[in-house]
T-cell receptor, first 112, second 113 residues
Framework: EPEVTQTPSHQVTQMGQEVILRCVPISNHLYFYWYRQILGQKVEFLVSFYNNEISEKSEIFDDQFSVERPDGSNFTLKIRSTKLEDSAMYFC??????????FGSGTRLTVV | QKEVEQNSGPLSVPEGAIASLNCTYSDRGSQSFFWYRQYSGKSPELIMSIYSNGDKEDGRFTAQLNKASQYVSLLIRDSQPSDSATYLCAVEDYGGSQGNLIFGKGTKLSVKP
């Protein structure tokens, strides 16, 4: 069964450092997403991406965040200057037009 | 602010029983609804989607939708210990152009052998 793959599975970074989280969506999917889940809290929408541009972003997705699809397969989330409160699980998801959203296995980001 | 509400549980049922999970949503215009299962430390895994009023069955799972009451439920028949997980209700929001999911906090289900 096709999968959304995410790397790394766990990233530890110092406060103020930049991190890049990587995702490879399912190949025939057109719509891409980043979500995050702080420990013990609900899954929250960050940003959606289609046709090489952002479709929608949440209030969480401020100027320290950016997304990119640098080639035909990868989809990245960059956090420019990490804060302690950025510690969370980050999930990439993708979908075709009408199906449910398929989530990757996630990247656990720990900011120290 | 569009909201999805779930009883956080924990919901405890004996093995072989029916587990009933409930969800309400605030946006009357919502059209697409999803149930995800999330094991501790893992990603959400799609169980079922439902778009029309009524019941939709897939194996031991039945999703029920009542748009007039803004209510979605998931029944798990013959519950197994492996069903122990947090069940997330998600509603698709089309406030933007391509949609995105709004999740509830999830209901933690524990199936006792």
């Amino acid at each position: 069964e096709p999968e959304v793959t995410q790397t790394p599975s766990h990233q530890v970074t110092q406060m103020g450092q930049e991190v890049i989280l990587r995702c490879v969506p399912i190949s025939n999917h057109l719509y891409f997403y980043w979500y995050r889940q702080i420990l013990g809290q609900k899954v929250e929408f960050l940003v959606s991406f289609y046709n090489n541009e952002i479709s929608e972003k949440s209030e969480i997705f401020d100027d320290q965040f950016s997304v990119e699809r640098p080639d035909g397969s990868n989809f990245t989330l960059k956090i420019r200057s990490t804060k302690l409160e950025d510690s969370a699980m980050y999930f990439c998801a993708s979908k075709t037009g009408s199906d449910g959203y398929t989530f990757g296995s996630g990247t656990r980001l720990t900011v120290v | 602010q569009k909201e999805v509400e779930q009883n956080s549980g924990p919901l405890s049922v004996p093995e072989g029983a029916i587990a009933s999970l409930n969800c309400t949503y605030s946006d009357r215009g919502s059209q697409s609804f999803f149930w995800y299962r999330q094991y501790s430390g893992k990603s959400p895994e799609l169980i079922m989607s439902i778009y029309s009023n009524g019941d939709k069955e897939d194996g031991r799972f039945t999703a029920q939708l009542n748009k007039a009451s803004q209510y979605v439920s998931l029944l798990i028949r013959d519950s197994q210990p492996s069903d122990s997980a947090t069940y997330l209700c998600a509603v698709e929001d089309y406030g933007g152009s391509q949609g995105n999911l709004i999740f509830g906090k999830g209901t933690k289900l524990s199936v006792k052998p």
